[in-house]
Each structure stands twice: as structure tokens, then as C-alpha cells.
């Protein structure tokens, strides 16, 4: 159904499958690993990744101001179609999705 709704070519219809026929992948993100660069969020079809900023994580510069805060992103599973573009955006190897591959 997620599918459906985000295909551009509106090329894709619903057909009754057993919910046991398959699994979506789920993103998973690694915490230590994620840089923060947005990539995976601008990757994704489904809107499912925003940039969240991390309160706390701002850097003092020269001038004595304080800079922007780092982000981390983060998933909304209930949207995310399992298509692994996030995974093959993700530069730094910060998101895990069981069965897809580079």
C-alpha cells in the first residue's frame, strides 16, 4: 500500500496478499555512525527520515557565538515503504536494513 501511494508513475495497484507473504525492511540507524548530513532524508521517496537537531551539540566558534547543532536523523517506520534508498544514500554505512544490499 505504501507503495501505491508514492510511485510518481502511479504505475502500482493493491492485490490482496497475505500480510505473512512478505517483509518490509526497517531501517535502522546507528547511532555512532550518523554524521547528520541529510542525505538519507533528501533520499527517501516516502518523507520517512527528518533531520532532528540534537539540543546540547552546539560548537563555540572563534567569534564566541555559538554554532548550529548537530542533527541525527530519525525514522518514521509507519511511512517508510522499505525501499532502501535511504541505505544506499547513507555514505557513512549509519543505517542497517536487513536483506538490502549495497
Known sequence: Q?????????????????ESYFEMPEPKLVLDSCTGCGACARACPADAIYMLEMPG????LKDGKKGKPKKRAVFVLEKCVGCGRCFKACKFEAIEMPGVQM
Do not use: R
Not at 551539540?57 to 563555540?60: A, C, I, L, S
Open 2 to 18: 505504501k507503495c501505491v501511494v508514492v510511485c510518481p508513475e502511479k504505475a502500482l495497484t493493491m492485490v490482496e496478499v497475505y
Open 57 to 60: 551539540t552546539e560548537k563555540v
